[in-house]
Antibody, heavy 121, light 107 residues
Framework: EVQLLVSGGGLVPPGGSLRLSCAAS????????MSWVRQAPGKGLEWVSS????????LYADSVKGRFTISRDSSKNTVYLQMKSLRAEDTAVYYC??????????????WGQGTLVTVSS | DTQMTQSPSSLSASVGDRVTITCRAS??????LAWYQQKRGEVPKLLIY???TLQSGVPSRFSGSGSGTDFTLTISSLQPEDVATYYC?????????FGGGTNVEIK
């Protein structure tokens, strides 16, 4: 059974940093790209970032480029999203999702439960 | 960047009705399109990928069609459990943009 356990959300002041983690199990971790998708309160889905199964290819939305870094650790079957210079508009529930292919150009077939990030003073 | 425009933004239909949601890409994306369903308080669920392939376990009343710039999600006979927001997403190239969503309610 595929499981994606997301952690690391919380309240952070503007300009602060936070690291989200997504611990994966139930599939061959290195064979699948992974994504982070966020949803601001009452709003739609926004793609944030994706990483290939090998970790060699990363993609970012323009809204987070230069501030967020996606990475993965195959020894821990975990994907991370390091977020810096956080802004109020980054406030959202952040979902981790497994992609069907090894490259980050495929659909997301499993989603974690999401973690709320609130950027506020 | 390619924009993804969904229409309508919301709809209300009766149980048993045929429901159609449209997603239009500002540039051609081949068939690199997925549809997701998100019920209130739940995580998104993959319904359709490659524009028209039904994800395993998804009821056959859901179908997808289209290629290039114009895509459609159809619910052949709307059921009460289909109340949700539906999103399209392109994944041919970055950014992997979602459409704005279509909120489906029962009349």
């Amino acid at each position: 059974e595929v499981q994606l356990l997301v952690s690391g959300g919380g309240l952070v002041p503007p300009g602060g940093s936070l690291r989200l983690s997504c611990a994966a199990s139930g599939f061959t971790f290195t064979s699948h790209a992974m994504s982070w998708v966020r949803q601001a309160p009452g709003k739609g889905l926004e793609w944030v970032s994706s990483i290939s199964g090998s970790g060699g290819r990363t993609l970012y939305a323009d809204s987070v480029k230069g501030r967020f870094t996606i990475s993965r650790d195959s020894s821990k079957n975990t994907v991370y999203l390091q977020m810096k210079s956080l802004r109020a508009e980054d406030t959202a529930v952040y979902y981790c999702a497994k992609m069907t292919g090894g490259m980050p150009y495929s659909e997301c077939d499993y989603w974690g439960q999401g973690t709320l990030v609130t950027v506020s003073s | 960047d390619t924009q993804m425009t969904q229409s309508p933004s919301s709809l209300s239909a009766s149980v048993g009705d045929r429901v159609t949601i449209t997603c239009r890409a500002s540039q051609g994306i081949g068939n690199y399109l997925a549809w997701y369903q998100q019920k209130r308080g739940e995580v998104p669920k993959l319904l359709i990928y490659a524009a028209s392939t039904l994800q395993s376990g998804v009821p056959s009343r859901f179908s997808g069609s289209g290629s290039g710039t114009d895509f459609t999600l159809t619910i052949s006979s709307l059921q009460p459990e289909d109340v949700a927001t539906y999103y399209c997403q392109k994944y041919n190239s970055a950014p992997l943009t979602f459409g704005g969503g279509t909120n489906v309610e029962i009349k």
